[in-house]
């Protein structure tokens, strides 16, 4: 294939495309990617991983420092998961979830159901982040109207969340460059400040202006939706729980139901395996989101799979006599059998190892070998919950992300900056020596990017 030469791009000359790269580019459209930018920066052809490696068609190695958009988390060909998906797949891999059902997603529902103590005990299945963000938004919806409310159809969103990309999702997201050319395609949502550790005063600020937001459309609003603790599309953004708690209050207060969608910071990622549960205390009766979305790290980053966990009377409001107060939504793919046997092995693993004990050890690991960057002075706003670190990139220089990837590449580093937000997100492997290595590989990288 031969891209036409490109006008815009041409600072950079192309960078020789393996004869994968040159296919792929000429048959495959890539997710969120410019294809003339392609052309010039090819796509690196991948042959297969191995724990937190993947490994180039040219045996090239690379730390996967995001985990493969953050869904990996116990790296790479995992030998209990590939198991538990190779005896499913023997077995039954897939069937309709309507009218029938199977093991592997009741023993999931069930587990999910456990782990919030019973008070999310209803899960709905389907396949990627985005569409778990719209069945809550319509559950929502639909729950309200079931119970005689069918005004409350408006939702309120967070400045810089992101929940997906379909047009319900990309409705609640405010994330610029993905949401600018369908504006005229979405629903109005309501926008409210965000809580922001790098600027102070913003937790007090966010939280009067929700309540400011659920005054101002009280008996209109269906739900509020938040990435708890960490709005990572945003460029790792982080609160804290107390910031959450006040979320619940206000919309117990307003009678709004709260969605939490953890598709990222869920599956120990931040600490606790639902980041909802640092909003707990001791000695308090733990209260929940109304629902929770989960994806990306629950199988383990082997196969597609989303789901929204809903409470009691969520559940209780779609109960009825009449098929058209059912949750009728569906996709083919609902509870697929190989990939909920894949998130049962990840579930059993979090029960056998304690993970979420095991990941504080290792973020231990992490702040110790990146903290000194903290004092470098081309590092700002130095930040970690759990297993994500980031820090923003002082000054401004030109197509950063892109040339901090590629340089990052020389040093056997995957690794995709958010603007000029730089963090790693790692699978659960990391040790005192891997963590040095991507202490090295950071400033080495560092070094040739930025110039002080
Ligand atoms: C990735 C992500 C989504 C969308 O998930 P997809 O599987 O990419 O559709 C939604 N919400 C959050 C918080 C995410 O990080």
Redesign the pocket.
């Known amino acids: 294939m031969s891209a036409p030469p490109s006008q815009t791009f041409n600072h950079l000359s192309p960078l020789p495309a393996h004869p994968l790269a040159a296919r792929s580019l000429a048959a495959v459209w890539h997710p969120c990617t410019q294809m003339a930018r392609a052309a010039v920066v090819p796509p690196l052809p991948m042959a297969r991983g191995e724990g937190p490696w993947l490994f180039d068609v040219e045996g090239r190695r690379y730390f996967d420092a995001n985990s493969s958009?953050?869904v990996n988390l116990f790296g790479h060909s995992d030998p209990g998961i590939h198991q538990a998906i190779k005896d499913q797949l023997d077995r039954l891999p897939h069937v309709m979830l309507a009218g029938c059902t199977h093991e592997p997603a009741v023993t999931l529902a069930e587990k999910l159901s456990v782990l919030t103590q019973g008070a999310l005990g209803h899960t709905f299945f389907a396949s990627?982040?985005?569409?778990?963000?719209e069945i809550a938004l319509k559950m929502s919806f639909h729950s309200w109207k079931n119970r005689g409310q069918p005004q409350k159809k408006e939702f309120i969103c967070l400045r810089n969340g992101?929940?997906?990309?379909?047009i319900g999702?990309l409705a609640v997201t405010d994330v610029a460059i993905f949401r600018d050319a369908y504006e005229p395609l979405l629903m109005q949502a309501h926008w409210v400040t965000s809580p922001d550790s790098r600027q102070a005063g913003s937790e007090v600020r966010a939280l009067a202006d929700l309540r400011q937001t659920l005054n101002h459309r009280q008996g209109h609003v269906a739900a509020v939706i938040l990435?708890p603790l960490v709005q990572?599309?945003a460029g790792m953004v982080m609160h804290s729980p107390d910031y959450l708690r006040g979320v619940r209050a206000l919309c117990d207060e307003f009678e709004v139901h709260l969605i939490a969608?953890e598709?990222?910071?869920g599956c120990g990622r931040t600490g606790t395996f639902f980041a909802w549960e640092q909003t707990h205390q001791a000695g308090e009766n733990k209260r929940w989101p109304d629902f929770i979305?989960l994806?990306?790290g629950i199988s383990g980053g082997t196969l597609?799979l989303?789901l929204v966990l809903s409470t009691e009377t969520v559940f209780q409001s779609f109960w009825s006599d009449e098929v058209a107060r059912g949750f009728l939504h569906s996709h083919s793919y609902t509870g697929n059998p190989l990939a909920c046997a894949a998130a049962n092995a990840v579930l059993d693993r979090f029960a056998q190892a304690d993970v979420v004990a095991q990941n504080q050890v290792q973020a231990q690991h992490l702040a110790n070998a990146l903290g000194p960057l903290v004092q470098d002075a081309r590092v700002q706003h130095w930040r970690q919950r759990g297993m994500v670190v980031a820090f923003d990139v002082t000054g401004q220089h030109e197509r950063f992300a892109e040339r901090f990837h590629l340089a990052a590449r020389q040093h056997e580093l995957l690794i995709r900056p958010i603007g000029q937000t730089v963090y790693v997100m790692p699978p659960y492997l990391i040790d005192a020596d891997i963590a040095q290595f991507l202490f090295e590989g950071l400033t080495a990288t560092l070094n040739e990017v930025v110039h002080d």
């Open positions: 958009w953050w990627d982040g985005a569409s778990a963000v992101y929940h997906g990309e379909t999702a990435e990572c599309a969608d598709i990222a910071v979305t994806s990306k597609p989303s």
